[in-house]
């Protein structure tokens, strides 16, 4: 009896583990837990946190309201953490296939500057903030498998991998948290594999069936700030490792999701930004092109709002229309919990048929009505869910599908009509597009000299492009010919 069961069993696995073509997942990401979160310290303190984005604050009166779950201005507590987590639960009709977490767990301010003075408890304190992340995560989704990414405030050194005397320790750490300590991953068909590549560098590929894999990539290797000789050989060895896998994946005609915080490509706030040093921007958007048939989507995080990339091949033109030119490397960006730049907290969900991704929705929580409530320390749950909104992409802009080309037809028409760009740039901070929120998002975009004036809402034509040509292109050659 006990033998027959055991082949049941047996028999029962493979089928538990394959995901179909047609799937849905979650990422939630940028949560940055604040253990010491105080809604009742001044909003000029910056609520215990050591770091001041002063750039970001904002006249509204919204700025000084607070409650426990948190504030604008603020990383969260974990009350935040339980809600989005609660909300994302309850919003799934079946338990997903799986859960991205793209990084950036804790709270600024603990990962700490290279060259100032160190403290111990404050590296303590990350950790601690780690596993407790990583449990409440487990506790909401214990049936989940759960994919984290390492962000740039997960590291002992902001921004910096981990030394060659130090990356022993810390992604042993790493996987004891996000793999021993969570059953369902840990029955991974590869996890073996897993173990072996994440303790060499916090990267991996997941295989949920033959044919589709996830694979998380440890970006912080290609930051411009990170310092190459912390580790100087892991970085091009994650780049072989990636056009290993991808190659593998490749033959076995599988198909992939590619992950990571920080993102190749740009990004504007204040001023253009590029996150990767270069010679790695230009490597991993090569390995895109070539495997572009085989990468489902890629996933990303870092800058706490929500949005999107796609990049082309080089051509001699300037002519930002971009509809006929072969496009590729197309990436969807998650929101934050997170909501310290006073963007409203997020996750975002996916879905994917016959491995194209067909839609694109993000939850927020419309955390500034709910602080101009007067009882909200004393709502429930099914109270506090009246506050939620979703922000479906292709309901927004009349997409069919969230795939490369629908995505590069949106930058195309971003680029032809401010007022389509408008609603864009609230919808992207996390708010409904009413005009009060127009002119509080907007507001916040006169720091970055996207706009001219506050009361007309006039673009800078130069800024303008400049924001636009970061979605649709990738790297410096082709960002310079779309400016003009």
């Known amino acids: 009896m006990k033998f027959h069961s055991f082949l049941i069993v047996l028999l029962i696995l493979p089928l538990v583990f394959a995901v179909t073509p047609s799937f849905t997942f979650h990422a939630m990401n940028d949560i ?54 609660k909300k994302t639960k309850s919003s799934s009709k079946t338990v997903p296939d799986f859960m991205l977490l793209p990084g950036d767990f804790v709270s600024h301010g603990y990962s700490q500057d290279p060259s100032g003075n160190y403290s111990t408890l404050k590296y303590e304190i990350l950790k601690e903030i780690l596993r407790r992340t990583s449990l409440e995560i487990n506790v909401e989704f214990p049936d989940t498998f759960l994919f984290p990414a390492i962000g740039n405030n997960d590291v002992q050194f902001h921004y910096q991998v981990p030394t060659l005397l130090d990356k022993e320790k810390y992604y042993s750490m790493l996987f004891e948290i996000w793999f021993e300590k969570n059953p369902k991953n840990m029955l991974l068909k590869n996890i073996d594999e897993i173990k072996v590549d994440f303790l060499n560098g916090g990267y991996y590929k997941a295989d949920l069936s033959d044919n589709f894999s996830v694979i998380v990539l440890n970006t912080l290797y290609y930051s411009i700030s990170n310092n190459n000789s912390n580790d100087p050989k892991a970085g091009d060895t994650q780049i072989e490792w990636l056009e290993n896998k991808l190659d593998d994946i490749k033959k076995k005609i599988g198909k992939v999701i590619v992950v990571y915080h920080i993102f190749p490509g740009l990004n504007y706030y204040n001023g253009i930004q590029y996150f990767l040093n270069k010679t790695a921007n230009e490597k991993i958007q090569s390995l895109f092109y070539q495997y572009k048939e085989i990468i489902v989507l890629n996933v990303a995080s870092h800058i706490h709002m929500n949005g999107f990339r796609v990049n082309h091949l080089e051509n001699n033109t300037s002519d930002p229309e971009i509809t006929n030119r072969e496009t590729y490397g197309h990436t969807i960006i998650s929101g934050s919990v997170s909501p310290i730049f006073y963007n409203n907290p997020s996750f975002l969900t996916v879905e994917i048929e016959e491995f194209k991704p067909k839609n694109a929705k993000y939850t927020y929580f419309n955390l500034k009505e709910f602080l101009n409530s007067s009882n909200r320390e004393e709502m429930n749950f099914d109270e506090i ?17 969230v795939d490369v080309k629908s995505l590069a037809d949106l930058a195309g028409k971003l680029f032809e009509n401010e007022e389509l760009l408008r609603k ?14 127009r002119d509080f998002v907007l507001g916040l975009y006169m720091n970055l000299g996207l706009f001219t004036n506050n009361e007309n809402w006039e673009f800078d034509e130069m800024e303008k492009k400049k924001f636009l040509c970061t979605l649709i292109e990738m790297g410096e050659i082709g960002f310079k010919k779309c400016i003009g």
């Open 32 to 85: 940055h837990i604040n253990p010491f979160y105080d809604p009742n310290i001044p909003i000029q303190q910056y609520c215990s946190r050591s770091m001041s984005f002063s750039s970001f604050q904002s006249p509204d009166v919204i700025s000084s309201n607070y409650s426990s779950i948190g504030r604008f201005g603020c990383d969260p507590p974990y009350s935040l953490l339980q809600l989005m987590l």
């Open 385 to 401: 869910n009246s506050f939620f909104f979703d922000y479906d992409l292709n309901q927004a802009y009349d997409l069919l599908d």
């Open 424 to 437: 864009f740039l609230v919808l992207t901070y996390g708010y409904p597009d009413t005009k009060e929120n």
